[in-house]
């Protein structure tokens, strides 16, 4: 079946802009998770959803950063007046009763 | 404390050798892990469950030790298309209901030819 999909895969803005990152999860995965990946870095976690509730946004790193959820489908992740330091690669995963977590390909974003 | 903790690497191995990766996890509480495999500018990939008991896949052995709060993974007789980072993963359910999950920040495994 399909998988997590992404989009865009790539996008290039300007220091400034304000950029929008959409998932689509596995068809009745009610968990979603958005992370952020740094060049040569470790996953850093943003939010947490289940269902259409984020019951865990600790990991978003300042007021720029939301997101939300259309009931148990797709997630928009928006960034608000980017900043260099947001370029990254943002990875979306959906995930089963199990836990088990199943990654999209990520969108990578540069600002310039 | 981190949650999660690994030994970043790089690890250097000949094809053909056995090595493992260790995790430690601070939170007893945790409930459920996993490792997964992440190869350059890709995403990651669930590699594997790791079980109470001990679990076997092929080349690859996970064990949990609850008691040391730590998982392994034991990969035999390396092969190139083994070389990447490997991530631990942790999950815990606090009250709520909801996961918490936690990934470590990655061994990383290059198997020389």
């Known amino acids: 079946g399909a998988g997590v999909s992404q989009s865009p895969s790539n996008k290039v803005t300007e220091k400034g802009k304000d950029v929008e990152l959409r998932c689509d999860p596995i068809?009745?995965?009610?968990?979603l998770y958005w992370y952020r990946q740094r060049l040569g870095q470790g996953l850093e976690f943003l939010i947490y959803?289940?269902?259409?509730?984020?019951?865990?946004k600790s990991g978003l790193p300042s007021d720029r950063f939301s997101a939300e959820r259309t009931g148990e489908s797709v997630s928009t992740l928006t960034i608000q007046r980017t900043q260099q330091e947001d370029s990254a690669v943002y990875l979306c995963?959906?995930?089963?009763?199990?836990?088990?977590?199943?990654f999209g390909p990520g969108t990578r974003l540069l600002v310039l | 404390r981190k949650e999660v903790e690994q030994d970043p690497g790089p690890f250097n191995v000949p094809e053909g050798a056995t090595v493992a990766f260790n995790c430690t996890y601070s939170?007893?509480?945790?409930?459920?892990f996993f490792w997964y495999r992440q190869d350059c500018r890709k995403e990651p990939k669930l590699l594997m469950s790791?079980?109470?008991s001990g679990n076997e896949d092929g080349r690859f052995t996970a064990q949990l030790n609850r008691a040391s709060q730590y998982i392994s993974l034991l990969i035999r007789d390396s092969k190139l298309s083994d070389s990447a980072t490997y991530l631990c993963?942790?999950?815990?359910?606090?009250?709520?209901?909801?996961?918490?999950?936690?990934f470590g920040t990655g061994t990383k495994l290059q198997v020389i030819p």
């Open positions: 995963a959906s995930s089963d009763p199990m836990v088990t977590q199943y």
């Open positions: 068809s009745g995965h009610t968990a």
């Open positions: 959803f289940q269902g259409n509730s984020a019951p865990d």
């Open positions: 939170n007893s509480a945790s409930q459920s």
């Open positions: 790791v079980y109470s």
């Open positions: 993963v942790v999950n815990i359910n606090p009250s709520g209901g909801y996961q918490k999950v936690t």
